[in-house]
């Protein structure tokens, strides 16, 4: 079992939900946050003075998802939140010791 | 039938006056949304309470000495609960004018209407000191404001008193219809004085000369409050005819509902144009401050304009506050909201544009009574100010400033929810 967690601009949020339920994923978790990469902040303007905003707003995505389907939800992602601009985000794919359904008591894929 | 329509005339000047007066009340309510919303969400229950208190304040001064000080009459609006009606039918009888002579009114609704201007004028302080004051040191400031420095100003202008029996300015030419000087520019000079005192806000403007944006809180409010005070701008401007009850009057107050509401709508739009010209964006702040400086250009006299030049009056004010607002801040002098450009530079536009419409009104006479309320105001409020900052304090300290005047002075939050998650 892998954790996907990707970083992606917020107005893409609807289009990879939408696309990860077509292939299978059965949850997602998702958090508002703010930070920086490549694309750095941004300049705003207040009645007349410019100042720097450093951290940018993003979306923080993560899913739990079994083996089988680790690339395909990579691709999925990737590619629906593409814009091919600066800033797009990333997405990190770590090994998931364990998953627990709380209501149930399983464990492992079948808690997926 | 003659004394009948005496008392109608009463009963609709009166009434007039004091639905004028609760329109002037509502601005309180302005100022307080407006402020709030161009600080930071930190302050805002200090800047809120500072309203609400300010208004209380300056309520009870004026009726504890301001008056007097301002129209004569005694301390504590003694005699004031008594109407003579045959007396006042007398009153009536014996104008040359017949229907058409001077207002009569009862006494009570004059001082309804007058009190609610005093709380405008120190209205305009609280924004301008907003984000670093002590809750304190302003409050104490508001009741010299209130019951001295405000009154002594008003008497010589509107009271129709001589200056320390030197000259009067009412003989000099000087008008000042619903007061771009003698409340506004008169609330700005007593801001400006305090922020010289108090210095700026931490981190506005940088030691190699940069000035910092500390973008407020909540435009949605500062849009509301710029609304509120645009609509209670009418009972200003309208009820300082002081009468309705004939044709040439009522028309009167016509003409100053319409150059009152063509002047905002000139000052918006121009302000508007200067700051997307200038800074490339429409910025919000610069069009509410906009529409309110074409209001005050407009106050010291709404009558004579037609509403194409209200409109133009407006537009001026408009284009002014924006590069007050940009040349103050070049000077450092932090002003949160724009209270001293919008009031004060735009105040004094509106005491100049006078003559252009108005015969009667010298140039020269404007010129010296905007002097004269601005040497009074500024001098006797920075001596005020210096007393608070030597015996009390008017600055909060730099850490209590970091972490909001909203703890450090009254010790809740105007958004625990949001804050604490």
Same mark, same amino acid.
């Given at each position: 079992?892998?954790?996907?967690?990707?970083?992606?601009? %917020?107005?893409?949020?609807?289009?990879?939900?939408?696309?990860?339920?077509?292939?299978?994923?059965?949850?997602?978790?998702?958090?508002?946050?703010?930070?920086?990469?490549?694309?750095?902040?941004?300049?705003?303007?207040?009645?007349?003075?410019?100042?720097?905003?450093?951290?940018?707003?993003?979306?923080?995505?993560?899913?739990?998802?079994?083996?089988?389907?680790?690339?395909?939800?990579?691709?999925?992602?990737?590619?629906?939140?593409?814009?091919?601009?600066?800033?797009?985000?990333?997405?990190?794919?770590?090994?998931?010791?364990?998953?627990?359904?709380?209501?149930?008591?399983?464990?492992?894929?079948?808690?997926? | 039938?003659?004394?009948?329509?005496?008392?109608?005339?009463?009963?609709?000047?009166?009434?007039?006056?004091?639905?004028?007066?609760?329109?002037?009340?509502?601005?309180?309510?302005?100022?307080?949304?407006?402020?709030?919303?161009?600080?930071?969400?930190?302050?805002?229950?200090?800047?809120?309470?500072?309203?609400?208190?300010?208004?209380?304040?300056?309520?009870?001064?004026?009726?504890?000495? +301001?008056?007097?000080?301002?129209?004569?009459?005694?301390?504590?609006?003694?005699?004031?609960?008594?109407?003579?009606?045959?007396?006042?039918?007398?009153?009536?009888?014996?104008?040359?004018?017949?229907?058409?002579?001077?207002?009569?009114?009862?006494?009570?609704?004059?001082?309804?209407?007058?009190?609610?201007?005093?709380?405008?004028?120190?209205?305009?302080?609280? +924004?301008?000191?907003?984000?670093?004051?002590?809750?304190?040191?302003?409050?104490?400031?508001?009741?010299?404001?209130?019951?001295? !420095?405000?009154?002594?100003?008003?008497?010589?202008?509107?009271?129709?008193?001589?200056?320390?029996?030197?000259?009067?300015?009412?003989? *000099?030419?000087?008008?000042?219809?619903?007061?771009?000087?003698?409340?506004?520019?008169?609330?700005?000079?007593?801001?400006?004085?305090?922020?010289?005192?108090?210095?700026?806000?931490?981190?506005?403007?940088?030691?190699?000369?940069?000035?910092?944006?500390? %973008?407020?809180?909540?435009?949605?409010?500062?849009?509301? +409050?710029?609304?509120?005070?645009?609509?209670?701008?009418?009972?200003?401007?309208?009820?300082?005819?002081?009468?309705?009850?004939?044709?040439?009057?009522?028309?009167?107050?016509?003409?100053?509902?319409?150059?009152?509401?063509?002047?905002?709508?000139?000052?918006?739009?121009?302000?508007?144009?200067?700051?997307?010209?200038?800074?490339?964006?429409?910025?919000?702040?610069?069009? *509410?401050?906009?529409? *309110?400086?074409?209001?005050?250009?407009?106050?010291?006299?709404?009558?004579?304009?037609?509403?194409?030049?209200?409109?133009?009056?407006?537009?001026? +004010?408009?284009?002014? =506050? =924006?590069?007050?607002?940009?040349?103050?801040?070049?000077?450092?002098?932090?002003? %949160?909201?724009?209270?001293?450009?919008?009031?004060?530079?735009?105040?004094?536009?509106?005491?100049?544009?006078?003559?252009?419409?108005?015969?009667?009104?010298?140039?020269?006479?404007?010129? !010296?009574?905007?002097?004269?309320?601005?040497?009074?105001?500024?001098?006797?409020?920075?001596?005020?100010?210096?007393?608070?900052?030597?015996?009390?304090?008017?600055?909060?300290?730099?850490?209590?400033?970091?972490?909001?005047?909203?703890?450090?002075?009254?010790?809740?939050?105007?958004? %625990?929810?949001?804050?604490?998650?």
């Amino acid at each position: 079992m892998k954790l996907i967690t990707a970083v992606i601009k %917020p107005f893409k949020l609807d289009d990879v939900r939408e696309a990860l339920s077509e292939i299978g994923v059965q949850g997602i978790t998702v958090t508002e946050v703010k930070g920086f990469g490549r694309q750095k902040g941004h300049t705003e303007l207040y009645r007349g003075a410019e100042y720097v905003v450093d951290f940018l707003p993003k979306v923080k995505l993560e899913a739990a998802v079994s083996d089988e389907i680790v690339d395909q939800v990579i691709e999925c992602v990737a590619k629906t939140a593409n814009t091919g601009k600066i800033g797009d985000g990333k997405i990190f794919v770590s090994d998931l010791e364990q998953v627990i359904r709380i209501r149930t008591g399983e464990t492992g894929n079948s808690a997926l | 039938m003659e004394n009948q329509i005496f008392q109608l005339q009463y009963a609709m000047d009166t009434f007039y006056f004091l639905v004028c007066g609760a329109l002037v009340m509502w601005m309180a309510a302005g100022f307080a949304m407006l402020e709030a919303g161009l600080v930071r969400s930190k302050n805002t229950t200090e800047i809120l309470t500072k309203n609400v208190a300010l208004f209380a304040i300056s309520c009870s001064m004026y009726m504890i000495c +301001g008056y007097a000080l301002m129209y004569g009459g005694e301390v504590f609006l003694s005699g004031m609960g008594e109407v003579d009606t045959a007396s006042v039918l007398n009153d009536f009888a014996g104008r040359e004018d017949g229907f058409e002579g001077g207002s009569i009114y009862s006494g009570a609704s004059d001082f309804f209407f007058q009190v609610v201007f005093v709380a405008t004028a120190m209205s305009i302080v609280s +924004g301008a000191v907003a984000e670093r004051m002590k809750l304190w040191a302003f409050l104490a400031f508001a009741v010299v404001m209130t019951g001295v !420095i405000y009154p002594m100003e008003g008497n010589w202008t509107w009271g129709g008193g001589s200056v320390f029996g030197m000259y009067t300015l009412g003989d *000099l030419g000087f008008s000042d219809f619903a007061g771009s000087g003698i409340v506004h520019m008169a609330g700005a000079s007593a801001a400006l004085a305090g922020v010289l005192l108090l210095g700026a806000r931490k981190g506005k403007y940088g030691s190699n000369g940069s000035i910092n944006a500390i %973008p407020g809180a909540n435009l949605p409010m500062a849009t509301l +409050g710029t609304f509120i005070l645009w609509m209670g701008w009418f009972g200003f401007n309208g009820g300082s005819v002081l009468k309705l009850g004939d044709i040439s009057s009522a028309h009167s107050v016509a003409m100053v509902f319409l150059n009152t509401n063509a002047a905002a709508a000139g000052g918006a739009i121009a302000a508007l144009i200067t700051a997307r010209m200038l800074f490339g964006k429409a910025d919000l702040t610069m069009l *509410l401050n906009g529409a *309110l400086a074409g209001l005050v250009a407009i106050t010291a006299e709404p009558s004579t304009p037609t509403a194409l030049q209200a409109t133009l009056f407006g537009a001026i +004010g408009g284009v002014l =506050v =924006v590069f007050s607002i940009i040349t103050l801040d070049k000077l450092r002098i932090d002003d %949160p909201v724009g209270a001293i450009s919008v009031h004060g530079t735009c105040g004094l536009l509106g005491l100049l544009l006078v003559p252009i419409t108005n015969g009667d009104v010298s140039f020269s006479g404007q010129l !010296i009574g905007a002097l004269t309320i601005f040497v009074w105001v500024f001098g006797f409020s920075l001596v005020v100010w210096a007393i608070l900052k030597a015996v009390m304090g008017i600055r909060i300290t730099e850490e209590e400033e970091y972490e909001g005047a909203d703890i450090a002075e009254c010790g809740m939050e105007a958004y %625990p929810e949001f804050t604490k998650g």
